[in-house]
């Protein structure tokens, strides 16, 4: 009876123990320690988002001052921030105990964030989203440029891809999407499900652009050499824009040595980036040959594999130069009015630029495929252009009247004291 009353005794002191232990644990330097590590990993990266977040690019701007901007530099895009597996799907987080007992797979230990890997097509919807087709990836990412936000239609949940390239969106929000690979067209609604198909005269198709007011789906095949024309609403293959079967060898004009761009403008002439044969030809919209410029070369105005066009609120043509990693402004008579680029990965540089897209706000979208991101910048429109221009002869105009005014008008300026020298 002694025995068994000492025995429960002895444990009851035991677990007493046991907790003032793990109490004294619990407070020691090393445990605090971790705490103040964790703290200051913590502050260490909030002060590195702060620094992100802070970057300011205004001051990139084409031509440099004190000419007026033309072009503004804005921002670029690469990832997703969510982690996901290899499939897409958004990752679960783990406890730190499976981490530790290492009993995660392969696919649940993937903490990489989906990221731009060889971006090609660019589309924007009425929202102002931005749609960017990466067939190494495998997937299309929607960016939202005011909250950061990515979405994406990924393949095998939303659709079926195998190297997705161009896109085009049209005035409903259907997105296009050309796929090589599967020699097709997919079609998505708005709330991007997969809807319908083009597969009609399609070989190898790449860029496209959508005619909102005819109806009219054109679509670049650099196998076939030709532009082909589809009704936009019923799919139907219309007419197709030069010759095929000369294995890319023609020069004529209004024909095609792998056509890659497409772009449309308000009257529906259409203009085409002849990527061999290093021009863009423009034709109406009845598909008639109207004009052509450029030819191969490095200097002002030439092109040296052009891939990626479009057209701003001006009208002005702006070409993606693959080869030579820039971007040239041109009027529709092929005068060269500016050019932005080179080969490097700083902000306004390009390496493997293969597209360009201009939404409705004259913002600028371009995708490389080496650093895999999309750049983003600001066209100013002729009219911003000279509101400027009138605003600063106002302002010269003014400081030249109060220098000529009587001594009594003008304003005095005080004279500052010379700094004291160290």
């Known amino acids: 009876m002694k025995i068994a009353q000492f025995s429960k005794n002895h444990w009851k002191w035991a677990a007493l123990l046991l907790g003032a232990f793990t109490l004294v644990a619990w ?15 913590a502050d260490q990266q909030a002060e590195t988002e702060a620094k992100i977040k802070a970057i300011d690019y205004s001051f990139i701007v084409w031509p440099n001052p004190p000419a007026i901007a033309r072009i503004k530099y804005t921002t670029w895009y690469s990832s997703d921030k969510e982690k996901r597996n290899y499939k897409g799907n958004v990752q679960k987080k783990n406890g730190w105990m499976d981490r530790l007992a290492g009993t995660q797979t392969e696919e649940e230990a993937f903490s ?3 990221q731009l890997n060889q971006p090609y097509g660019i ?3 009425s929202k ?3 749609y960017v087709a990466d067939h190494k990836v495998g997937a299309i990412f929607i960016f939202n440029p005011d909250t950061r936000d990515v979405d994406l239609i990924k393949n095998g949940t939303h659709a079926h891809f195998v190297r997705i390239i161009g896109l085009a969106m049209d005035d409903s929000d259907r997105l296009f999407v050309s796929d090589p690979g599967l020699k097709h067209i997919l079609i998505f609604n708005k709330d991007h499900k997969a809807e319908d ?9 790449s860029g496209m652009a959508i005619d909102t007011q005819n109806r009219l789906l054109y679509v670049a095949d650099v196998d076939l050499d030709q532009v082909l024309v589809y009704d936009a609403d019923t799919l139907k293959l219309l007419r197709k824009i030069g010759t095929t079967g000369h294995k890319h060898e023609l020069t004529t004009p209004g024909d095609f040595a792998k056509p890659t761009g497409v772009a449309v403008d308000k009257e529906g002439n259409v203009y085409v980036a002849d990527t061999l044969n290093n021009r863009v030809e423009i034709f109406d919209a009845d598909g008639n040959f ?3 410029f450029g030819k191969n070369g490095d200097g002002p105005g030439y092109f040296a594999r052009p891939k990626g066009i479009a057209l701003d609120s001006d009208g002005h043509i702006w070409v993606a130069d693959g080869a030579q ?3 040239q402004v041109f009027t529709k008579e092929g005068q060269l009015l500016i050019a932005i680029g080179a080969h490097g990965l700083l902000p306004g540089q390009f390496q493997g630029l293969v597209n360009i897209a201009i939404d409705k706000q004259d913002r600028v979208f371009t995708t490389e495929i080496y650093p895999g991101r999309l750049q983003q910048m600001q066209y100013v429109t002729d009219a911003q252009a000279d ?3 009138e605003k600063r002869a106002a302002d010269r105009a003014k400081v030249a009247a109060s220098h000529n005014a009587p001594a009594s008008q003008q304003e005095v300026v005080p004279v500052q004291p010379p700094a004291a020298k160290p």
């Open 197 to 205: 198909v083009i597969t009609d005269g399609l070989s190898e198709p």
């Open 128 to 130: 102002g989203l931005v």
């Open 290 to 292: 109207i004009s052509t």
């Open 123 to 125: 589309a924007i919807d």
């Open 27 to 41: 407070l020691s330097p090393v445990s605090l320690n971790a705490d103040d590590k964790k703290k200051k990993k």
């Open 387 to 389: 509101k400027e221009r």
């Open 325 to 327: 990693d820039r971007v």
């Open 112 to 114: 990489m964030p989906f």
